[in-house]
């Protein structure tokens, strides 16, 4: 059975435990997932018995190239009308579909294509699919994580007083683009100064000066799948309270890296480096969780903070990013992307994480 074969396969045992006949995968995502499809317009319904893949006649190419475990159809309709169209749901009366991705106008309009039958809203399905990465998905994971870790030993070569935040993380981007990544995992954060008190600060016009401390957040796509990865350096010279802070920071994430497996509830994990950060005075200071699934999306389960419910997954990769931040004088994050296992972890960036001064 091919990879996507496996996948449908245990979306369907979800099915059956929640009596469903059927599942609309609307989220583009969870159809790449599913189908291997790449496009900017498509769905997936996926039945008892059937898998059927709708798009336009723009994608019929790479359809053909793409999908291959699902009935390819076309429709010049709306995909929801274009359902109805091609019959996918006549065996069907009760189907789910994505309650966080479909809007109000298009639950209407598939319920005016389908007035005689039930649809349930689901949240979560193949968010549980995506918590075990298979080989394939992580031979895709580590060349981003590569390129990452590539892109950050490249730019302790450029890094300089005078640049902008904005052209460092132009060169973030050209740099992972011309290592093969098809883009970034997001848009690069890199906060300067007191801005690095902003965890998830966007790259400004700001230029970057002697004396400051900088944190780099990037990440790379390959496959459409994700890396994460975040360092902070220092411009010039460390102040002492530089230092403390990114040897707590420091001592917070190893200590968490050393703990994470498996079967571990995932707010235990957070209290890992957290206990190390309130010991040391700043506990007012880490104001996120320590880190969160990666994947297909760049957050996903399980959700590593305080208030998770989660248990840590063998094959699942998450980040490690414990950080404190201090209005008016900035921040200190690290980060790094972990693949679980029963008996510990697996650190897949290799960035080193020893204090830089450039």
């Known amino acids: 059975m091919s990879r996507y074969g496996n996948r449908v396969a245990r979306l369907r045992t979800l099915l059956e435990e929640q009596r ?35 798009t336009d006649s723009r994608y019929r190419a790479q359809a053909a190239r793409q999908v291959r475990t699902a009935q390819r159809l076309f429709t010049h309709h709306p995909l929801l009308t274009g359902m109805a169209e091609h ?47 298979d080989d394939a998905e992580l031979a895709s994971m580590r060349k981003a994580m590569r390129i990452s870790d590539q892109v950050y030993a490249d730019l302790l070569t450029i890094l300089r007083p005078g640049m902008r935040e904005n052209e460092v993380a132009a060169e973030i981007s050209y740099r992972q683009r011309r290592l ?17 008190a902003l965890p998830h600060a966007r790259a400004s016009e700001k230029i970057l000066r002697r004396g400051e401390m900088v944190t780099l957040d990037f990440g790379a796509t390959v496959d459409g799948y994700h890396s994460d ?21 420091l001592k917070a994430q190893l200590a968490a890296l050393d703990a994470a497996r498996a079967g571990m509830p995932a707010r235990d994990l957070d209290a890992v480096a957290r206990r190390i950060i309130v010991d040391a005075g700043y506990g007012d200071g880490f104001s996120h969780s320590l880190g969160h699934g990666l ?46 296992s029963a008996t510990g972890n697996t650190v897949l960036t290799s960035a080193p994480k020893d204090l830089v001064v450039l």
């Open 20 to 54: 469903l006949d059927a599942l609309i995968v609307t989220s583009l995502t969870h159809l790449h997932y599913l189908t291997g499809f790449t496009g900017s317009n498509g769905l997936a319904v996926v039945t008892r018995n059937a898998v059927y893949f709708l």
């Open 87 to 133: 019959h996918c749901l006549s065996r069907c009366r009760r189907a789910g579909f994505e309650s966080h991705v479909m809007t109000y106008q298009q639950y209407r309009l598939l319920r005016k294509s389908f007035p005689r039958k039930l649809f349930v809203p689901t949240s979560g399905f193949v968010e549980k699919l995506l918590l075990v990465k």
């Open 180 to 196: 093969g990544a098809e883009g970034d995992a997001f848009l690069p954060i890199v906060a300067s100064g007191d801005r690095g």
């Open 229 to 249: 990865l975040t360092r902070t350096v220092a411009l010039g010279h460390v102040t002492r309270r530089g230092r403390e802070i990114y040897s707590v920071v």
């Open 295 to 340: 994947g297909l999306h760049i957050h996903e389960r399980p959700r590593v903070s305080a208030l998770s419910n989660d248990t840590l997954a063998a094959g699942s990769v998450i980040t490690i990013e414990p950080g404190i931040y201090i209005p008016g004088w900035g921040g200190v994050r690290i980060e790094d992307d972990i693949l679980l």
